[in-house]
């Protein structure tokens, strides 16, 4: 939760470096730290504010399916990943997997598209493109049960872990 390594690149101001996500929230010692230190921390739920690929805003249901559909996804890929490592390609990509179910469930075009890039979303969440994540060490990403808050800003590191 602590970097003092300087990136090359634009600077960024010490006093926020953004925020910080606490995975496994719900037996995370941080967030005992966070709530003894009086940290503001932010709880988002499951948020499903999407726009399909025409930019059209899905209605709540129709992205919490969606959504749905590919955390879905995700987990047979964790799943498959973990116990078939050994035999996958390394060429082979988290985008070939999610291309691959989505062709088996034959939907139709627009729900195919949406599909996959809500998919392309999750590069946000491991910092670089599904067409370059490893398919064959996808389960090292795997989600940390037990829910996630954010804990912005670097302020509130600086008093959980005594760093500055």
């Not at 691959?100 to 139709?108: C, D, G, N």
Request: with cysteine; charged share 25%; net charge negative.
């Amino acid at each position: 939760m602590y970097s003092s390594i300087t990136l090359p690149g634009p600077s960024v101001d010490p006093g926020h470096r953004g925020p910080n996500w606490i995975h496994g929230a719900d037996h995370n010692p941080f967030v005992k730290l966070a709530k003894e230190t009086n940290s503001v921390t932010y709880n988002f739920g499951d948020l499903h504010s999407i726009f399909d690929c025409t930019g059209t805003y899905m209605d709540d249901e129709a992205a919490k399916e969606q959504a749905e559909a590919v955390w879905d996804i995700l987990d047979d890929g964790f799943k498959y990943s973990r116990e078939n490592s050994a035999s996958i390609s390394p060429t082979k990509s988290l985008m070939d997997f999610f291309e691959e179910r989505v062709e088996e469930q034959k939907l139709p075009d627009e729900r195919s598209k949406n599909l996959l890039d809500h998919a392309r979303m999750w590069g946000a969440m491991i910092g670089t493109e599904i067409q370059r994540q490893s398919f064959k060490f996808f389960f090292l990403e795997e989600c940390i049960d037990g829910g996630k808050c954010c804990l912005p800003g670097n302020r509130n590191i600086t008093v959980l872990t005594g760093h500055r």
